[in-house]
C-alpha cells in the first residue's frame, strides 16, 4: 500500500511540477481560498490578507524554489508549509493533535487548493 501511494505521489508531483501558474492564477486561486467580504469585521479582513502574503512569501522560499518557479507542485507545497506549520491565531491546548489528525485525514486548507489547482488544469 505505502509503495503505491509513494508511485501515485510521484506520478502527481511530476504532473503538478510540468503545470506553470502565472501569477495571477495564484492570487486567484489564493482570492477563491481567503475570500474578503466588506460585511467582515477588520480583523478577519487582515487574517485572510495575511494567509495569502504569507503562502506567496513561502512560495519563494529556497526549499520551495526548488521544485521550480511557479508551478503546481511549488504552489501546493507552500499551502502545505502554510498549513502545516504556521503560528496559529489561537492556539489551544489540542492544536498541535487536531493540526496532526488534518494532516493525517487530509487538511480542509490543503484540499481545496488542490480542487482549485486542477481546475486551472483542466482548464488548459
Known sequence: MAKTYMERLAEEAE????FQLSRGMI???L???FPVSEEKTDRVKNN?????SEI?????AHDIQKFGKNNAWS???AVSDWAGHRTPLRKTATYNEMNFAKTIEGHPVLDQAKVLVDSFMKAA
Open 31 to 33: 482570492e477563491a481560498m
Open 75 to 77: 504552489f501546493m507545497n
Open 27 to 29: 492570487e486567484e486561486i
Open 48 to 52: 485572510k490578507e495575511q494567509a495569502k
Open 56 to 60: 506567496l512569501t513561502l512560495l519563494d
Open 15 to 18: 504532473t503538478l511540477a510540468q
